[in-house]
Nanobody, 116 residues
Framework: QVQLVESGGGLVRAGGSLRLSCAAS????????MGWHRQAPGKQRELVAS???????NYADSVKGRFAISRNNAKDTMYLQMNSLEPEDTAVYYC??????????WGQGTQVTVSS
């Protein structure tokens, strides 16, 4: 089992920045890939940024150049630095992890609200 806990969401004005954190615990060794997703009201959950099993990063076109995913393996924590935030970035942001056996884990989500 893997437990994921997000933090760092909040209310920010357009153009501002936030950094989300995702602390992982449990069977960390079983994780092959991790990422950040978001879900806005009335919309489907979408991938924002991710680390592949090989360590490469991937970003949604809408956040390229503004968001950066990173991790601190010593702290078992993944981050999402979000800059130049736009009202369209308003959503609940979820941390996810996939195991080598293709089991998926999700955090509880953290709300990000960007005011215009």
């Amino acid at each position: 089992q893997v437990q994921l806990v997000e933090s760092g969401g909040g209310l920010v004005r357009a153009g501002g920045s936030l950094r989300l954190s995702c602390a992982a615990s449990g069977s960390i060794f079983s994780i092959s890939a991790m990422g950040w997703h978001r879900q806005a009201p009335g919309k489907q959950r979408e991938l924002v940024a991710s680390f592949s099993s090989g360590g490469s990063t991937n970003y949604a076109d809408s956040v390229k150049g503004r968001f950066a995913i990173s991790r601190n393996n010593a702290k078992d924590t993944m981050y999402l630095q979000m800059n130049s935030l736009e009202p369209e970035d308003t959503a609940v942001y979820y941390c996810s992890a996939s195991s080598w056996t293709r089991r998926d884990y999700w955090g509880q989500g953290t709300q990000v609200t960007v005011s215009s």
